[in-house]
């Protein structure tokens, strides 16, 4: 097969005639707006936002001018449950006509139908059906992903999710983070033994993907129909041994505390949090960890609870907002969707909203000053949008505003 030539990328790049919705707090006007700007790329990194009164080109700089399109940073998608198999789309009718979410797990059914078919597949053929599902993603503006294991619940399959994971950013131009969560439910070797399931993690799974650098953090399932606050301790205290961040799906359907052991741990996110408690702010909150919410899930399984937003917003713990993209929950492959389910659903402002999907999900990935917002020494990664008014418009109108330019790593992309 003839492969495509490199794309050629110039060291200096200016687009110009631009306005950047920056999403930078250190910036004074709502959503770090910065009108009548150009934004310089030099070697995959932004060099500079200056304004168009005082740019002039560079030698040898390639100029795109973009004639008032809006620039925002690449989106970010924090959580996602992107690598699985098979199809629960006649689950999604059984619940319609009355059984439960847990019933349905209870039956062998929900996460452990998904393992069954995951276990089933190739790496090849897991990565294949991802990066096909981040197609959508991709059109409105993504740059980073984040891809959870938790479909494996074995150490071969497991391992082999996050190959898959890692394999998507080889078949398209995208940034994967991907998180070890083996503690996502128990497979069906271990019925009845949680514990001794926790141990074959910490045992065998959670080294192992750590000896192959194959995690760059560590997820849990903290409910009743999954992992107990001791069990989930148990994880994330051989994660810390090994060196690497937690986080948790925590307080979804119940309040376990799980979000106060996880701001023990000094997690980088806790995820869900519908049930969350004022003591699970405070601990939150004096943790420097970031709340993940996930208007999919909530929406998808007619949830009542709403997260606490007013709380966290008095406390100061950042929001981010992110798909939680699933075959059980959450089968919407749209952060712009996300942020404005986010806005309705959960009373977010929209320039919170566009926030959760850019800075605070890179807060929520650990990647905050490298990545989320348009400020010199980041990444090069930007989204550009056409004829967009504001950029509220993204929120406001998800499906409408489209994207103009896709660039990742100061390399246009789409
Ligand atoms: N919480 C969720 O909403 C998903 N996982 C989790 O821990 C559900 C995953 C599934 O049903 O396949
Ligand atoms: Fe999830």
Same mark, same amino acid.
């Given at each position: 097969?003839?492969?495509?030539?490199?794309?050629?990328?110039?060291?200096?790049? *200016?687009?110009?005639?631009?306005?950047?919705?920056?999403?930078?707090?250190?910036?004074?006007?709502?959503?770090?707006?910065?009108?009548?700007?150009?934004?310089?790329?030099?070697?995959?990194?932004?060099?500079?936002?200056?304004?168009?009164?005082?740019? +002039?080109p560079?030698?040898?700089?390639?100029?795109?001018?973009?004639?008032?399109?809006?620039? #925002?940073?690449?989106?970010?998608? !924090?959580?996602?449950?992107?690598?699985?198999?098979?199809?629960?789309?006649?689950?999604?009718? +059984?619940?319609?006509?009355?059984?439960?979410?847990?019933?349905?797990?209870?039956?062998?059914?929900?996460?452990?139908?998904?393992?069954?078919?995951?276990?089933?597949?190739?790496?090849?053929?897991?990565?294949?059906?991802?990066?096909?599902?981040?197609?959508?993603?991709?059109?409105?503006g993504?740059?980073?992903?984040?891809?959870? *294991?938790?479909?494996?619940?074995s150490?071969?399959?497991?391992?082999?999710?996050?190959?898959?994971?890692?394999?998507?950013?080889?078949?398209?131009?995208? +940034?994967?983070?991907?998180?070890?969560?083996?503690?996502h439910?128990?497979?069906?070797?271990?019925?009845?033994?949680?514990?001794?399931?926790?141990?074959?993690?910490?045992?065998?799974?959670?080294?192992?993907?750590?000896?192959?650098?194959?995690?760059?953090?560590?997820?849990?399932?903290?409910?009743?129909?999954?992992? $107990?606050?001791?069990? !989930?301790?148990?994880?994330?205290?051989?994660?810390?041994?090994?060196?690497?961040?937690?986080?948790?799906?925590?307080?979804?359907?119940?309040?376990?505390?799980? *979000?106060?052991?996880?701001?023990?741990?000094?997690?980088? $996110?806790?995820?869900?949090?519908?049930?969350?408690?004022?003591?699970?702010?405070?601990?939150?909150a004096?943790?420097?960890?970031?709340?993940?919410?996930?208007?999919?899930?909530?929406?998808?399984?007619?949830? #009542?609870?709403?997260?606490?937003?007013?709380?966290?917003?008095?406390?100061g713990?950042?929001?981010?907002?992110?798909?939680?993209?699933?075959?059980?929950?959450?089968?919407?492959? *749209?952060l712009?969707?996300?942020?404005?389910?986010?806005?309705?659903?959960?009373?977010?402002?929209?320039?919170?909203?566009?926030?959760?999907?850019?800075?605070?999900?890179?807060?929520?990935?650990?990647?905050?000053?490298? +990545?989320?917002?348009?400020?010199?020494?980041?990444?090069?990664?930007?989204?550009?949008?056409s004829?967009?008014?504001?950029?509220?418009?993204?929120?406001?109108?998800?499906?409408?505003?489209?994207?103009?330019?896709?660039v990742?790593?100061?390399?246009?992309?789409?």
């Amino acid at each position: 097969m003839v492969q495509p030539p490199m794309p050629d990328v110039p060291p200096v790049r *200016s687009w110009i005639n631009g306005n950047l919705a920056t999403m930078d707090g250190a910036q004074a006007q709502p959503y770090g707006a910065l009108e009548g700007h150009a934004l310089r790329v030099r070697d995959g990194r932004i060099a500079a936002l200056v304004p168009m009164a005082d740019w +002039r080109p560079e030698p040898g700089e390639d100029v795109v001018d973009i004639t008032g399109r809006w620039i #925002t940073p690449g989106l970010i998608d !924090c959580h996602t449950h992107l690598v699985w198999a098979g199809d629960r789309a006649g689950e999604f009718e +059984r619940r319609l006509a009355g059984a439960t979410y847990a019933e349905i797990a209870a039956a062998g059914g929900g996460i452990r139908a998904t393992v069954r078919a995951t276990r089933a597949a190739s790496v090849e053929e897991l990565a294949a059906r991802a990066a096909e599902r981040l197609r959508p993603l991709l059109a409105e503006g993504l740059t980073t992903v984040e891809i959870k *294991s938790g479909y494996g619940l074995s150490l071969a399959a497991e391992l082999a999710q996050l190959r898959a994971a890692r394999r998507v950013a080889e078949l398209v131009p995208v +940034r994967v983070t991907t998180t070890l969560l083996a503690a996502h439910a128990v497979p069906p070797e271990y019925d009845g033994r949680a514990d001794a399931y926790i141990d074959h993690v910490c045992d065998a799974i959670l080294p192992a993907a750590a000896a192959e650098g194959l995690a760059d953090a560590v997820d849990v399932f903290c409910e009743h129909l999954a992992f $107990s606050v001791a069990q !989930c301790e148990r994880v994330f205290a051989r994660a810390h041994e090994l060196g690497l961040p937690v986080k948790g799906h925590m307080e979804q359907l119940s309040n376990l505390g799980g *979000s106060r052991l996880a701001a023990r741990y000094g997690a980088l $996110s806790v995820d869900h949090i519908e049930y969350l408690d004022e003591m699970g702010i405070a601990a939150i909150a004096a943790a420097g960890t970031t709340a993940v919410l996930l208007p999919g899930a909530f929406y998808f399984l007619r949830e #009542t609870q709403r997260p606490p937003v007013e709380g966290l917003r008095r406390a100061g713990v950042p929001l981010a907002v992110a798909t939680d993209l699933n075959p059980g929950t959450s089968p919407f492959a *749209s952060l712009r969707l996300m942020a404005n389910m986010a806005c309705i659903l959960f009373g977010l402002t929209v320039e919170e909203g566009l926030a959760g999907v850019t800075r605070e999900a890179a807060r929520a990935l650990g990647m905050t000053g490298r +990545r989320g917002v348009l400020a010199p020494g980041l990444d090069a990664d930007l989204a550009i949008w056409s004829s967009v008014p504001h950029p509220n418009a993204l929120v406001y109108e998800p499906m409408a505003p489209r994207l103009w330019q896709r660039v990742l790593g100061g390399e246009i992309v789409g």
